[in-house]
């Protein structure tokens, strides 16, 4: 799903912010540094929404009072908003009228408004032109989402909002401001990611996805019997796809700590024996079974040739069926398997996967309604919403068990059935990507000559061990930790 708005390119920067928890390094950061007010930021506007608190309006929301929203206009598409959310708001609050924009460039149209003073009350914030989130949180200009999370879910009884969300939610819409860690925003989106391939291929000819490494080499020698590349990405704009691959298994061989390590900054994190496992893996599969031309293939080139049987297994998350629907033939029919266990010894089991909430929505600290806005992101977490959202996008959100028993799309189910497979073992993954530029820029370019040019596993994880050591001395550079 575009790196957001344009399909080629801004679903990748979509999940590359996916799980963001710190600074996002954009023009709003200057921007908006001007407009922190005397309170630094801790901004409170939970008594500000002009009603009175109650059972049945636990944010009090002056039910008259209008809901201004700005919804961005991407891979995910507006209808979601405009069908499903708006509808279920008024038919709560029918004296409330909801205005709605939609906007390919979310920084532009939007914070100018911000900056003189006249945000709007519940905003998108993605794309490639998206705000920078940290700096928002900073200067104060986004509300504390704790009562939205503390109140009652609309319609599952007996649960607040947080309740009902999926593990790591609420975490990765978390900032520390002035010492205190809050919630100030919405991680709506939930991507599953993992190996994606024909279904239909691999039923007519008796393969089965791998559970073991020794399962996943043997069917790659037959894959690549029958002429066809078994596995493949693009080098030229997704490395990013086989970065989160090789610290997926990472995380399998010794568990998310190492990702937390590597986040941290920790010394010896990229050169501990997970990611030097990994790597070892990846690169015989890059040495054995990529075409060597993908490194200078865009994405949706790579996925066209999976879509016509040329590459057996690509490495994506769950954007992908709906990215590639126009592309897709009848004899095509997407299916996710997890990431196979690396070593016998692997710390989680095969079945364990690596997913992430993103599409960032916020309510806006100083808005006309804030607690309005807060009120419409209680709409979009209620069951009903979130399964709409689903049917209109292809996507699952972080309202869990929202798409349970709903069978959507082939893609979509399978890669909800892994969810329940994988039980427990979901993982969120990594947030160095979107905290450490330098860093991720270095991963990608690292992984591409692991696997395209016979880069050997040491030489990939000292080269990341440099670089992130590098980061960790850069004064200039504001750390983030995660615990």
Known sequence: MSEIFKPEVDR????RRAAAVGLLATPAVGLLSACVSSDDGDTD?????????????????????????????????????TDVDTPLFNKKWPDAKITYSATEQIATVVQPRIN??????????????????????????????????????????????GDTLVPGAIEQGTYELNGARKPYAVNYSFTVFGLWYNKKLFDKNSWTAPATWADFTALCDKIKAAGITPFGYAGANASYYMVRALLTSAAKIG??????????????????????????????????YINKSFLGLKHTEVQLQ?????????????????????DTPPTFEYAMAAYPSVTTSDQLPATAVNAAAGEIYFAAAKGKNPQGGKEYLRTMLSKEAALGFTKATKSLTVVSGAADGVTISPGLTSANDALGKAG??????????????????????????LMFKGGDAKKFCDRMEAASQAVAKDSSIKKQTRS
């Open 12 to 15: 990748r920067t979509l999940l």
């Open 45 to 81: 506007t939970s008594n500000a929404g002009g009603g009175a608190k109650s059972a049945d309006n636990p944010l009090g929301i002056d039910p008259k009072k209008p809901v201004e929203i700005v919804i961005f206009n991407g891979g995910l598409g507006t209808a979601y908003a």
């Open 116 to 161: 003189a003073g006249d945000a709007p009350d519940m905003i998108n914030n993605s794309g490639s032109n998206l705000m920078d989130m940290g700096a928002l949180v900073t200067a104060g200009q986004a509300a504390d989402l704790t009562d939205l999370f503390a109140a009652p879910s609309l319609d599952i009884p007996g649960k607040t909002v």
């Open 255 to 288: 568990t998310e700590q190492a990702l937390k390590d590597i986040d941290n900054l920790k010394p010896g994190a990229w050169t501990a024996a997970p990611v030097m496992q990994a790597a070892q893996a990846w690169g015989e599969i890059g040495n054995k």
């Open 306 to 326: 999976q879509n016509q049987d040329k590459v057996a297994f690509y490495p994506s998350g769950s954007w992908l069926e709906n990215e590639q629907s126009k």
């Open 424 to 449: 427990k073992d979901i993982f969120m993954g990594y947030l160095f990507d979107t905290w450490y530029k330098k860093l991720d820029d270095e991963s990608r370019s690292a992984v591409n000559e």
